[in-house]
């Protein structure tokens, strides 16, 4: 068995109501609170006492991790709370970060700046995932999108993990279908990414099992029935699994090809998951050597997982790539990003060029 490393949030609240539990816990950690959500901000006020507070629309950009730490600067931000989907506590997450760094976003965040370690303790933060998505509230990143270079890049620290996920399936009731699908299928992809990736192990192989289960069998119940508490619960406990499995295992293929496509189109980062997860299972399938844990995933997934992934995104009315503006002319400079992302380097088997391109034609 190879070393590995096990970190996760210091405190994780889950069940049915405890969204009520919210203000005692943010009192442990000031009266300044700084609130980061959606595009419904008014739907917090009655609920939470705060400072000052930040819409995010859409996935988050540097211009508003910048904006959001000199607004926490200027109300002196005891605490940083998200209450929000993925791009939203991805931002508080960042904002907590940067508010107390000695220097700019540009030093610590990768790929488009100089990828430095954080310097300082990030302001106490707590997570409070509206959707059942990316598993943001147990993950140690957050992913920020730059208008400048068109691509989506990490700030990433051991330190960014939340004080507090406080996850509350009640909170998803209201979502959209198409929303509740495409985040369910990509913690779905999630949990199978880091359940075969090369650095998988055995206490991050539990939790993706777990959430594999449950989403099997509550996905597409959550999608026809937003208030099927039942399924809300499993679904919010799958995204979870999957941020803990992530942040300590890795990804694969699917997310290699998503960061590229968040940074180049207007794309929502679950739909492009969810679009390209069946084709990139496909074609590791063709590629792998040991089976073992494919043979696994198959005998939870009716026999035959391409098959059940193929029917599921059908099912679920998942759009195409192209929906998002994606043409044949994009592919090869896609497939030459994706190559490159940090997601792509745990695939459990290395693609080449071509087959990249072949999984985005399928996708497409």
């Known amino acids: 068995m190879n070393r590995f490393e096990f970190a996760t949030v210091q405190r994780i609240i889950f069940g049915r109501g405890v969204m009520r539990e919210l203000p005692a816990l943010v009192a442990e950690f000031g009266r300044r609170v700084l609130l980061i959500t959606g595009s419904r901000p008014a739907q917090w006020e009655t609920r939470l006492s705060y400072a000052g507070i930040k819409s995010i629309r859409g996935e988050p950009t540097v211009q508003d991790i910048q904006s959001g730490v000199e607004l926490a600067k200027q109300h002196n931000a005891d605490v940083i709370i998200a209450i929000g989907g993925g791009s939203v506590v991805d931002a508080g997450k960042a904002i907590a970060a940067m508010s107390t760094q000695p220097g700019d976003l540009m030093r610590y965040i990768e790929v488009i700046g100089e990828g430095k370690p954080l310097e300082a303790a990030p302001l106490p933060f707590i997570a409070v995932p509206t959707t059942a998505g990316t598993g943001a509230e147990a993950t140690r990143n957050a992913v920020i999108a730059s208008e400048e270079h068109c691509v989506k890049a990490s700030l990433r620290h051991l330190s960014m993990l939340p004080r507090i996920a406080l996850i509350d399936p009640e909170l998803a009731v209201d979502l959209p ?134 029917s599921i995104t059908q099912r679920l009315h998942i759009p195409k790539l192209s929906a998002w503006g994606i043409r044949d002319s994009d592919l090869d400079e896609i497939a030459s990003k994706a190559a490159a992302a940090s997601s792509m380097k745990a695939n459990l088997v290395s693609l080449m060029h071509d087959e990249l391109v072949e999984i985005l034609k399928t996708a497409l």
Not at 216 to 237: C, I, K, P, Y
Not at 240 to 257: D, E, Q, R
Not at 291 to 307: E, H, N, P, T, Y
């Open 177 to 310: 279908p198409h929303v509740t699908a495409a985040s369910g299928m990509d913690a779905l992809t999630q949990c199978l990414e880091a359940f075969v990736c090369s650095r998988a192990q055995p206490m991050t192989d539990a939790l993706c099992l777990d959430g594999i289960q449950r989403a099997v069998r509550s996905l597409e119940r959550a999608f026809q029935n937003g208030h099927d508490l039942d399924a809300r619960e499993d679904m919010a406990l799958c995204a979870l699994n999957s941020g803990i499995a992530l942040a300590n295992a890795g990804l694969g293929a699917v997310h290699g090809f998503a960061a590229p496509i968040g940074g180049m189109f207007h794309a929502p980062h679950g739909a492009v998951c969810a679009a390209l997860l069946a084709p990139v299972w496909e074609a590791n399938s063709k590629r792998v050597q040991n089976r073992a844990k494919l043979d696994q995933v198959d005998s939870m997934l009716g026999g035959d997982a391409i098959a059940w992934l193929h």
